[in-house]
């Protein structure tokens, strides 16, 4: 079946709001929940584009899907479409390693620089968002992110499971 999850935007620090107040629709500056949740998808499943997209789009649901480009790559067509129609594609990193929050901050940046470029490729847009493989996250992922310009990152996960992989890597 396919694997849906519901995720709380996690903002990170990396852009403080410029006030108290949503942006405008259709703003990109700054991501704010008001009434709605945040939907997303992770690893790019095959069901995600044969059978959850067209369910998205006929209910006028908008997501993020954080994928990697060697997924991407088995299907470039259905994730250009993916774009065309209004979702959002999050950098997932390239590699797909759960033990991401332990690079060095080089191997970081060439992680990101070879993701983004990989997905821009594919989509024509660069991208903003971040959700690190097994949500894997450290100060340093955070500095790279500031540092390349990202508006969120996604990688926490509300549940005792995260705390507990992180102890195995």
């Known amino acids: 079946g ?4 519901t995720a709380d935007l996690h903002i990170a620090g990396l852009r403080p709001p410029p006030d108290t107040s949503p942006p405008a629709s259709g703003t990109a500056a700054y991501r704010y929940i008001v009434d709605r949740q945040i939907t997303s998808f992770d690893d790019g499943r095959v069901t ?6 067209s369910i998205l789009d006929s209910n006028g649901v908008r997501a993020t899907f954080y994928v990697t480009p060697p997924l991407m790559e088995q299907r470039l067509e259905q994730w250009r479409a993916v774009v065309q129609s209004g979702h959002e594609i999050g950098n997932h990193s390239f590699n797909h390693e759960p ?3 332990l690079y060095s901050k080089q191997e970081l940046v060439e992680e ?3 993701t983004e470029k990989a997905i821009f490729d594919v989509t024509g847009k660069r991208t903003v968002g971040f959700r690190g493989p097994g949500y894997s996250l450290s100060p340093t992922v955070l500095e790279v992110m500031a540092e390349r310009g990202y508006e969120y990152d996604c990688s926490t996960l509300p549940t005792y499971i ?3 992989a992180r102890t195995y890597y």
């Open 2 to 5: 396919m694997s849906f999850s």
């Open 48 to 53: 995600q584009i044969d059978h959850g997209i």
């Open 99 to 101: 033990w991401l929050h």
């Open 112 to 114: 990101f620089e070879k």
């Open 162 to 164: 995260a705390p507990l």
